[in-house]
């Protein structure tokens, strides 16, 4: 039994990169009965959300239905960075698929209908804000353009400053003085790395 245990594998997992992604993605809302059965009306249809997803459902529809779709959104964000607690509390009105359906049963046949549909919803909501800050004696945000500008392959930084590749980056960095050459231009530093050497903290602070 304990030559079993020892060769068990058990893989457990936390937060992967792509959940920062899945977490602030603002997941469309439609009316509460594509909510109940988990946004299955590109299947399904015969609900007015699947006028987004699949015009060809609102076929199922013989009558007319008008549809409001009001809701809470409630927004709870907790940092914690480098020992410093952020908290963000807000309350804001949610706007689900809201709109008219006009359906009629076709007059020569019992399996066929045709139904005209309008309708508004919600594409996001920029109510929500995520803020994280705090004293950081251990890096800066400067050190990814030094690294970028040493693997570029470039021996200066006017090569840089012509490749549209590190327009967005490392570019404006050189250009604010960030990051510069030192000893002769053979290393690059940024300029927060001296605060850190001489024992100084960085104020950081982001706010999405």
């Known amino acids: 039994m304990a030559m079993l245990l020892s060769t068990a594998a058990?893989?457990?997992?936390?937060?992967?990169?792509?959940?920062?992604l899945r977490y602030s993605y603002f997941q469309q809302q439609g009316s509460a009965r594509s909510i109940a059965i988990g946004g299955a009306m590109g299947s399904l249809g015969g609900d007015i959300s699947a006028l987004y997803v699949n015009p060809a459902g609102m076929?199922?529809?013989?009558?007319?239905?008008?549809?409001l779709t009001p809701g809470v959104v409630?927004?709870?964000?907790k940092a914690d960075y480098r020992g410093t607690n952020s908290q963000n509390n807000r309350?804001?009105?949610g706007f689900g698929t809201t709109g008219a359906?006009?359906?009629?049963?076709?007059?020569?046949?019992r399996n066929k209908s045709e139904a005209f549909s309008i309708a508004v919803s919600q594409t996001a909501n920029f109510n929500n804000t995520i803020t994280y800050k705090g004293l950081n004696d251990f890096s800066s945000y400067s050190e990814?353009?030094?690294?970028?500008?040493?693997?570029?392959?470039?021996?200066?930084?006017d090569a840089i400053l012509n490749d549209p590749a590190?327009?967005?980056?490392?570019?404006?960095?050189?250009?604010?003085?960030?990051?510069?050459?030192?000893?002769?231009?053979?290393?690059?530093?940024?300029?927060?790395?001296?605060?850190?050497?001489?024992?100084g903290a960085l104020n950081q602070e982001k706010n999405n």
């Open 10 to 20: 058990i893989a457990s997992f936390a937060q992967a990169p792509e959940d920062v």
């Open 59 to 67: 076929g199922m529809y013989k009558t007319k239905e008008i549809v």
């Open 74 to 77: 409630l927004n709870n964000n």
């Open 91 to 93: 309350t804001a009105f």
């Open 101 to 109: 359906v006009f359906g009629n049963s076709s007059p020569y046949s």
């Open 144 to 157: 990814q353009f030094t690294e970028e500008a040493a693997r570029s392959g470039y021996s200066n930084f």
């Open 166 to 199: 590190y327009a967005f980056g490392t570019s404006l960095a050189i250009d604010t003085y960030l990051i510069d050459t030192f000893n002769n231009g053979s290393a690059i530093k940024g300029y927060p790395e001296f605060v850190l050497q001489n024992g």
